[in-house]
Structures are given as structure tokens and as C-alpha cells.
């Protein structure tokens, strides 16, 4: 497994977390798909997912904040709990992934970026009804679960579901930030019981937290300067080809 010690590889790092925390200040996520694509070109999956767990608990903290997140806690309870033993049923899976393994979770990991880029940029907006909500919020969990104890991403299917529940655009960030958050825990968790985030590797990302948060402020300050939507597109171009590309890696490997 490749050390986070190289002059060359630490620029890369820092780099992809500030362009990660830049795209989060914008439209408020992209940290953890940005990162842990980007990363695990050069990386393992595995040693890409533990550098992300500080960063990204520190950055969903700052964007849960505010009015009505108990109010949000309380009706995605379910969801949450179920993707909390999503991760628990799959933990292990990437922090034992090696040889075939590893490209398979690599293959993974752009099999999801794929289908979260194509969802936004289709612009399908399904809706969910309370109804609905009362199972299909445990069943989404669980899948997002399993998918980030796979892949080490928790944006499938978790944030096309959060989107189709009708929530008011400041509500409908920090409840990703929530999600985020949770998944966030339960992954490093996961890592943690697993010997995949030594010391060696939870210092290294602590220190990833102030690229992140720097290029979530110059985010934030665009943001309130331009309109959101032709970046986000721009971003899940990126996300499209930069997850096929990770895909048919790991096909030809």
C-alpha cells in the first residue's frame, strides 16, 4: 500500500481536498465523491476512504448546523440507523480488499460515481410521499450502507432519495450533511475495527482538514456570486467520466 509520504503525492492530496471542500462551499456536497475518486487513481480505495474521514466529519459539522436539524434527525432516524448497519453488515470489505479485490472495489467505486453523475444530470426528480417515506427511507439505508462499506462513497442511493423528499434548500443541505455525517462515522468505524486507519493514517488525514476547509470557504464565497447550477453540471461531467475511467480500470486490470 502506497505511503502518504512523497512530496509529489502529499501536493496531490492537499490539492484534491481543496477542489473537494471547493465543490462542497458551492453546492453543498462533492467532498467525499471528489476525494475518494480522485485519490484512488492512485491510491487503494481502502488508504482513499481513511484519509477522508476527518475532513469529512469536520466539514458535515460545520454544514449540519441550524434550524429544524433536530426536526431532520428525527424523521430520517430510520434511514440513518439503517445505513449505520448497512456499513456494519459490509464492514471489512474494503480494508481486506487486495490483487482482484481491490480492482473490484475500484470498479465499484466508478460503477457508483457513474450512477450518481448520470441521476443529476438526467434531472429525473422523483418524489417521495410520507407514505412511502416510512419504508423506503430503511431500504435506501440500508443499500447506502452496503454501498459505502463497498466503495467507500454514501451518495448512492442516499442523495437522489434525500432530494425527492421535498425539502426547502436550506433544509435539504444540512439533511446531506447529516447523512453525511452518519455514513462519515460509520465508515471510520468500520476502518478503525478493521486496522485500516492506523495512526500513521488518521494524522494524515487530520492534516487533509485544512486544505478541505479552505476550499470550502473560497466555495462559500463563490457561491453567493454565481449561480450554482452550470457548476454543478460541470462537476458531474467530471464525476461521469472520472468514474467510467476508474470502471474500465478496473475492467482491463
Known amino acids: 500500500m502506497p505511503r502518504i509520504d512523497s512530496l509529489s503525492l502529499l501536493f496531490m492530496v492537499a490539492a484534491v481536498f481543496v477542489l473537494g471542500g471547493f465543490v462542497k462551499g458551492v453546492i453543498g456536497l462533492g467532498l467525499p465523491t471528489i476525494t475518494m475518486g480522485v485519490l484512488s487513481v492512485a491510491l487503494p480505495p481502502a488508504q482513499a476512504a481513511a ?64 450512477a450518481y453523475a448520470a441521476f443529476g444530470l438526467l434531472r429525473w426528480r422523483p ?55 452518519v455514513a462519515t462515522v460509520a465508515l471510520g468505524l468500520a476502518l478503525g475495527g478493521h486496522g485500516a486507519l492506523p495512526l500513521a493514517m488518521a494524522g494524515a488525514s487530520l492534516l487533509a482538514v485544512a486544505p478541505a476547509l479552505l476550499g470550502m470557504a473560497f466555495g462559500q464565497a463563490l457561491r453567493r456570486r454565481v449561480a450554482p447550477e452550470p457548476f454543478r453540471r460541470l462537476f458531474l461531467a467530471g464525476l461521469l467520466a472520472l468514474g467510467g475511467y476508474l470502471a474500465l480500470r478496473a475492467l482491463l486490470a
Request: hydrophobic residues 55%; positive net charge; charged residues 5%.
Open 51 to 114: 484519509l477522508l474521514v476527518v475532513p469529512s466529519l469536520l466539514t458535515n459539522v460545520w454544514q449540519v448546523g441550524g434550524p429544524g436539524t433536530a426536526a431532520l434527525v428525527r424523521r430520517l432516524l430510520p434511514m440513518l440507523v439503517a445505513l449505520c448497519t448497512g456499513v456494519a453488515i459490509g464492514s471489512g470489505w474494503l480494508s481486506s480488499a487486495s490483487g482482484a479485490t481491490t480492482a473490484w472495489a475500484t470498479g465499484g467505486l466508478g460503477a457508483a460515481l457513474v
Open 127 to 181: 418524489q417521495v410521499s410520507a407514505r412511502q417515506e416510512s419504508w423506503l427511507g430503511p431500504a435506501v439505508g440500508l443499500a447506502t450502507g452496503l454501498v459505502t462499506a463497498a466503495t467507500g462513497v454514501f451518495v448512492i442511493p442516499a442523495v437522489p432519495y434525500v432530494q425527492a423528499l421535498g425539502l426547502a434548500r436550506d433544509e435539504l443541505v444540512r439533511a446531506l450533511g447529516l447523512v453525511f455525517l
